[in-house]
Every structure is written in C-alpha cells, then in structure tokens.
C-alpha cells in the first residue's frame, strides 16, 4: 500500500499556466508538508499543515497556494508558473512531530 | 536560523570500502538528528535518526553518533556495496513554533563501483 501519494509524477507546462499538484497519505497523519528540492538536489520546506491549519509558511511566492480539504490531503496550486519554479516537489506526512514520510516527488518543467 | 553542513560530493568508493559522510549543525535548543537516503528517481526515506546527545541511530549497517559537544552526527559504513549508490541527506528537526520542519543539508551523492 502506498502511503504518501503524489499525482501528477511528471508535470511540463509553459509559463504563465495555472497548475495543481495533489498529494494524499493513508498514514493517518495530522501533519502534512510540502518540499521544494532544486536542480542541485538542495530541499526546502515550503509549507506545513496540521489537522487542515497552516502552521508553517516560509518565505514563498503568493503564487504559491496550498489547499488542505481534509488531514489526509494536501495539493498545492501555483499560478502564474515561472521558469524558476523547476524543481522537483516532494509532500511528506508525519505523526506531529515524529518522523515525516516522503511522497515519490513531482518534477515540474516549465518552459 | 539552523542550518546543516554537509561535505560536498560525489563520493567515489570502491565496494566493501570504509564510508565516511560529514554533517555538521548548527541549532537552538536541542534538535532531532536525521539520515535521509534517495535513491535515483524516488523520493526520501528515512534511514537513521537520533533525538538526543550520545544516541546512535543505525540501520542496514549504517550509523550514525549524535555529538552535542562536536554538533555532529556523522554517517558510517563499515563495507559498502553498489546498492548504496545515493544521495544523502543530513537534517535536523526543529519544533519551533509548534511545527516540526526538517531543515536539510545540501546532499552527498555517493557512488560505489565493483
């Protein structure tokens, strides 16, 4: 069974699209993450949600949205897509504050 | 802010060679220590953590000392084999404001040949 699920796995858009990236865990997790890993493999954390509350919030774009209809989801949509935004985004899941599980990654191309 | 430093890669090993990977942290207060393997084209698993000074955290013959006084928790291999050929991650958990947010150090990627 897979725990923490990624759709799409690869994403090619051009600049200025509108894109969502969905992710699900069937862990029973309050806590949901989102990561941005970059061409030199270098990750950053972009966003936590516990139980649907958004808790931690670093320092990115506001074409950045992430939406939590319930605690075992958690997409991510982004507007306005740049060239920068290539990267690979991994959602990760955990227990509070136990060990977080990492989703497959979605590698997004903009062109 | 905390940060993690890692040595820089790659890291070329002959198989059954002794493995040796830095990480280095700098923290307030006192964080959860981890090792993060990603194999090529798949997402990150866990393969070792430690949530206090002097634990060792170890797995598939890997290992791993957190060392408060040193603030470094080195990863060790005693015989390598190809199918450790990865990228590497140190991190450290910090549970300021009520989150729990990895913050990782830059990744070693190791390649281990016959």
């Known amino acids: 069974d897979t725990a923490v699920s990624q759709t799409p796995k690869y994403l090619v858009t051009q600049m200025g699209n509108d894109k969502s990236i969905k992710c699900e865990q069937n862990?029973?997790?309050?806590?949901m993450y989102w990561y941005k890993q970059d061409s030199k493999k270098f990750l950053k954390i972009m966003f936590s949600y516990n139980n649907k509350e958004l808790i931690i919030n670093e320092t990115v774009p506001n074409r950045f949205s992430p939406k939590s209809p319930d605690k075992a989801h958690l997409n991510l949509h982004i507007n306005s897509l740049e060239l920068g935004d290539s990267a690979v985004y991994f959602c990760?899941?955990?227990?509070?504050?136990?060990?977080?599980?990492f989703g497959p990654g979605t590698r997004l191309t903009v062109l | 802010g905390n940060s993690v430093t890692q040595m820089e890669g790659p890291v070329t090993l002959s198989e059954e060679a002794f493995l040796t990977i830095n990480c280095t942290y700098t923290a307030t207060g006192y964080p959860s220590l981890f090792w993060y393997v990603q194999y090529p084209g798949e997402g990150l698993q866990l393969l070792l953590k430690a949530t206090k000074a002097d634990d060792k955290g170890s797995n598939k013959g890997f290992e791993a000392t957190y060392r408060k006084e040193t603030t470094s928790f080195h990863l060790e291999k005693g015989s390598v084999q190809v199918s450790d050929s990865a990228v590497y991650f140190c991190?450290?958990?910090?549970?300021?404001?009520?989150?729990?947010?990895?913050?990782f150090g830059t990744g070693t990627q190791l390649k281990v040949e016959l």
């Open positions: 862990l029973g997790h309050d806590t």
């Open positions: 991190a450290l958990s910090d549970r300021a404001g009520g989150g729990n947010k990895l913050t």
């Open positions: 990760a899941s955990s227990q509070e504050t136990g060990e977080q599980f």
